[in-house]
């Protein structure tokens, strides 16, 4: 999100809105790492943080990149 708000000449809620993210498809796999998570989906990965008021998605539509983290 932080990478949107920087990038996009509108504000952060309407960046989101125009952002084209494909759509992710079945859930593959999934790995929790205390309150972190990743969702394997067949078309995308999301990436996920646990709030008080539950999971919540902060991160889709990254690209892989060969040995190292999503771009």
Same mark, same amino acid.
């Given at each position: 999100?932080? !990478?949107?708000?920087?990038? /996009? %000449?509108?504000?952060? $809620? &309407? %960046?989101?809105?125009? !952002?084209?993210?494909?759509? =992710? =498809? /079945?859930?593959?796999?999934?790995?929790? +790492? =205390?309150?972190? /998570?990743? $969702?394997?989906? *067949? %078309?995308?990965?999301?990436?996920?943080?646990?709030?008080?008021?539950?999971?919540?998605?902060? %991160? /889709? =539509?990254? !690209?892989?990149? *060969? &040995? !190292?983290? +999503? &771009?």
């Amino acid at each position: 999100m932080e !990478e949107l708000g920087l990038s /996009a %000449a509108s504000p952060r $809620a &309407q %960046a989101l809105r125009e !952002e084209p993210l494909p759509v =992710g =498809g /079945a859930v593959r796999r999934t790995d929790v +790492y =205390g309150s972190q /998570a990743r $969702a394997v989906l *067949s %078309a995308d990965t999301l990436f996920l943080s646990h709030f008080t008021s539950g999971w919540k998605v902060v %991160a /889709a =539509g990254c !690209e892989p990149r *060969s &040995q !190292e983290p +999503y &771009q």
